[in-house]
């Protein structure tokens, strides 16, 4: 039971990666620039060059991955682009609705397939 356990955990991390991986390209490849997002309609040229620099958005995608990998493994997961907020914050208001949404949704899973 235990070396099943164990070889789950060991498949888990070549799974994370590929999962972070694949997430973090796809973020970079979608159209449209976070900093120009933030900025605003109305910003200069060197106001969204400075949020690029400021985002570390200017770097080479490597070492961008680097930092994000780094950081998560230490429990900080950075700003969001569009909220403008941390992202652990913006997880943190979510999680009660969340919570209740899948609690409610336990119960009245229950409450039809028991009798069904």
């Keep these: 039971m235990s070396t099943q ?7 888990l991390v070549p799974v994370l990666a590929v999962v972070g991986i694949v997430v973090f390209v796809l973020i970079h490849v979608a159209p449209g620039d976070p900093a120009a997002v933030m900025a605003g309609s109305d910003a200069t040229t060197e106001r969204i060059e400075q949020l690029r620099h ?3 958005l200017d ?9 994000w990998v780094t ?3 230490r429990g900080d997961l950075g700003d ?6 941390p992202v ?3 997880l943190a208001q979510r999680m009660e609705p969340t919570g209740l949404l899948t609690l409610y949704a336990l119960l009245f ?8």
């Design 5 to 11: 356990i164990i070889r789950r955990l060991l498949t």
């Design 109 to 116: 899973s229950i409450a039809i397939g028991i009798p069904a």
């Design 80 to 85: 969001s682009y569009f909220l403008a907020q």
């Design 88 to 90: 652990s914050i913006s």
């Design 54 to 56: 400021h985002m570390g």
């Design 71 to 73: 950081r998560a493994l």
């Design 59 to 67: 770097r080479p995608l490597p070492e961008q991955f680097w930092t």
